[in-house]
């Protein structure tokens, strides 16, 4: 037996190394469960491949967090199918830390897929309290992607909790898209706003708000209540750095219009569209016309419609030489419009500026034939003359000369490319069956519509309609659009005769969309679906389709809207939708009355915003009302002319224009909102 002393001795050095087993072996069984290169709470940098090779390689706790860098990787390429695989295999049970990641993930999958609901009942389950400052930045990116840049309340919160975490572009980014947020609210939206105490970064955008409707109209005054407002809320991010729109207001000045070049082709076949112009532009120049009513009243029946005979080439389906004259057509007299998304209610308050333009008697016009000579030559001269604007030319190829010819001076463009160019001195204004078609689509979403159904010509002109239409139904968050095609009155009479009607059914109308691409909001990418499956046809009886517009004449429209009352229930109360296209000179009460309830739009001169100049108009153009729209063009060219630097650069200036409510998108392409009038009991009146 050893000695007690000895036996102690022993013991003591064998404790240190019992003990420093233990921790090894303690620092082993940690290792696998997490590894200080995994972090699923910040930035992934890495591609998919990466990710999911490290997830081959790897076990327990650590497989789990490559897996969910794999999925967010997998999201950002667009690998949709992948995703959702690798999404299945995660085990049951998961960390917070990690059931937190997956839900940011998922409403990720759903945003991506299309499914902005289901992504906004995901995001409503995650817990911010837990979340990465990284993280953080993608929750209220997802918020805001869900949100589909309709404005809410909710999404302005988003935006003003988001910005504290960004830097550099995607902070600017944020301040710039609070501010079209804002500015796209209704006037119903505000005043419903309830916001808390508390909520002082918000107070302050809504009254920089109320500051830019107050002043819109007036430039000066407008820079002046931006510094009012800085200096009141000085710790309001937009305070600190002004959204872009409202900090070109700063360096505002107005455009000189002392001397302006009138480009139209005085000789040639456009003649007589450049005639109708140059009066207008005159007119209002001059003086002669009589101020509009604040009001639109109820039109006069003549002064609703239109002539049957086509003015027009590209723009005109019933024209021959279509098809010839498409890359060079005059803008359309029978068609007006051009209402972006969120014109109408992207300024709720703001007062529009009068109509037409005070004469100014010190403005010098020289008009220019562009028939003569080569457009270069023309816009050479011009400057030469000392031009400080020019107006127009008139037709597109002319235009797209002008934008490519980097010319310094302001342009008036009287037409659009087919690739709208932004340069800081030209703006377009043109009349145009797509832009009605998209004003269309806007006022039949905002009565309520979601299942509309188009019925246009078997043409390249119902093509461009259709395509217009569809494009900005989907932008304002509609369904696949349907369509339906007919051919000329011959046809249609074939069918009246019969007896087969029209059946309100159509074929899906599938359109690439700009979005398509995706999002990208503060660093976080969300690619649009790889495919796409169009809707089924529908059809009337089974109640899915709830309005329909008609792009037809007169003579068309006569036979197309018995025709669907044919095969059509009266129970169904579907609304029928008409273009300018079937307004014409002359309609009797006995075709007021065949239209009853039919709803169509036309620009506010022809739809009785000012009788008196209308009646002077129709007068001197022999009742022709393709030649008074571009009358009516020509005023608001000489009006526009006169605010070239505040369309260009003050956002929400606005302006009750005898073709429709102007206004100017960021491209300075003026989009026009026109009047819709109804038919009923025999007379036409406005719809409210």
């Given at each position: 037996m050893l000695p007690s002393k000895v036996v102690r001795h022993k013991a003591g050095r064998f404790v240190p190394v019992l003990l420093a087993g233990l921790i090894l072996a303690a620092c082993s069984g940690q290792g696998p469960q997490q590894t200080s290169n995994v972090n699923i709470q910040g930035p992934a940098t890495g591609r998919s491949d990466y990710y999911l090779q490290q997830v081959q390689q790897s076990s327990d706790d650590s497989k789990t967090d490559w897996q969910l860098l794999a999925i967010r990787?997998?999201?950002?390429?667009?690998?949709?199918?992948?995703?959702?695989?690798?999404?299945?295999?995660?085990?049951?049970?998961?960390?917070?830390?990690?059931?937190?990641?997956?839900?940011?993930?998922?409403?990720?999958?759903?945003?991506?897929?299309?499914?902005?609901?289901?992504?906004?009942?995901?995001?409503?389950?995650?817990?911010?309290?837990?979340?990465?400052?990284?993280?953080?930045?993608?929750?209220?990116?997802?918020?805001?992607?869900?949100?589909?840049?309709?404005?809410?309340?909710?999404?302005?919160?988003?935006?003003?909790?988001?910005?504290?975490?960004?830097?550099?572009?995607?902070?600017?980014?944020?301040?710039?898209?609070?501010?079209?947020?804002?500015?796209?609210?209704?006037?119903?939206?505000?005043?419903?706003?309830?916001?808390?105490?508390?909520?002082?970064?918000?107070?302050?955008?809504?009254?920089?708000?109320?500051?830019?409707?107050?002043?819109?109209?007036?430039?000066?005054?407008?820079?002046?209540?931006?510094?009012?407002?800085?200096?009141?809320?000085?710790?309001?991010?937009?305070?600190?750095?002004?959204?872009?729109q409202l900090s070109q207001v700063q360096n505002f000045t107005k455009a000189s219009t002392s001397t302006i070049a009138l480009l139209l082709p005085v000789n040639g076949q456009a003649q007589v569209f450049a005639n109708a112009i140059q009066k207008g532009f005159n007119d209002a120049k001059n003086g002669v016309l009589n101020a509009p009513a604040a009001q639109p009243a109820p039109a006069a029946t003549d002064a609703n419609t239109q002539p049957s005979t086509p003015q027009t080439g590209a723009a005109n389906a019933q024209q021959p030489t279509e098809a010839n004259a498409a890359a060079n057509t005059v803008v359309s007299p029978a068609m007006a419009g051009n209402m972006p998304p969120q014109t109408e209610q992207s300024q709720p308050a703001a007062q529009p500026a009068t109509a037409a333009a005070q004469p100014d008697s010190n403005a010098q016009v020289k008009v220019y034939d562009t028939s003569s000579q080569p457009i270069a030559q023309v816009m050479q001269q011009a400057q030469q003359d000392g031009a400080t604007i020019v107006v127009g030319p008139l037709l597109k190829n002319d235009v797209e000369s002008v934008v490519n010819s980097q010319t310094p001076l302001n342009v008036l463009a009287l037409n659009e490319p087919e690739q709208i160019q932004n340069h800081p001195n030209i703006c377009y204004f043109a009349l145009s069956p797509e832009d009605e078609a998209r004003d269309a689509a806007h006022h039949i979403y905002e009565q309520g519509k979601r299942q509309p159904l188009l019925l246009v010509p078997r043409s390249s002109y119902g093509d461009r309609v259709s395509k217009a239409f569809a494009q900005e139904w989907q932008q304002l968050g509609g369904s696949t659009v349907l369509q339906q095609r007919f051919g000329g009155v011959s046809e249609l009479k074939q069918g009246i005769n019969s007896g087969a009607g029209i059946a309100l059914s159509g074929t899906p109308l599938t359109v690439e969309q700009p979005q398509s691409a995706g999002v990208a909001i503060a660093g976080l990418t969300i690619p649009a679906p790889q495919t796409s499956t169009p809707a089924p046809a529908a059809d009337a009886s089974s109640g899915s389709i709830d309005a329909v517009y008609i792009v037809a004449s007169q003579d068309e429209l006569q036979l197309i809207k018995p025709m669907i009352a044919m095969r059509t229930s009266s129970r169904n109360n579907i609304a029928l939708y008409a273009s300018s296209r079937s307004a014409q000179a002359g309609a009797g009460p006995d075709f007021r009355l065949e239209m009853d309830g039919l709803q169509f739009s036309d620009i506010p001169l022809l739809s009785g915003s000012n009788p008196g100049l209308m009646q002077q108009a129709a007068k001197s153009f022999n009742n022709d009302y393709s030649l008074v729209r571009l009358y009516a063009m020509g005023i608001d060219a000489w009006t526009l002319a006169n605010h070239f630097n505040q369309m260009r650069q003050v956002p929400g200036f606005a302006i009750d224009g005898n073709t429709g409510k102007l206004s100017a998108d960021k491209d300075c392409v003026i989009n026009r909102k026109l009047a819709w009038n109804q038919y009923r009991q025999g007379q036409i009146v406005p719809v409210q």
């Open positions: 990787a997998l999201l950002k390429e667009g690998k949709y199918p992948q995703a959702n695989d690798q999404i299945s295999q995660l085990p049951q049970q998961l960390s917070a830390v990690q059931q937190q990641e997956l839900l940011l993930l998922r409403a990720q999958m759903q945003i991506g897929q299309q499914d902005f609901g289901g992504a906004q009942q995901t995001l409503g389950q995650e817990k911010t309290d837990g979340l990465s400052e990284d993280q953080q930045v993608r929750y209220y990116a997802l918020q805001i992607a869900a949100a589909q840049n309709r404005p809410s309340l909710a999404l302005l919160r988003a935006y003003i909790a988001q910005e504290p975490l960004l830097k550099g572009a995607d902070h600017q980014s944020n301040i710039d898209a609070t501010w079209q947020a804002l500015t796209q609210m209704t006037q119903d939206q505000l005043n419903a706003l309830v916001i808390n105490a508390d909520e002082n970064t918000l107070q302050g955008w809504l009254d920089l708000l109320n500051t830019w409707h107050t002043n819109s109209q007036d430039p000066q005054m407008l820079k002046a209540a931006i510094k009012d407002w800085q200096t009141r809320y000085p710790q309001n991010p937009g305070a600190k750095s002004l959204p872009t």
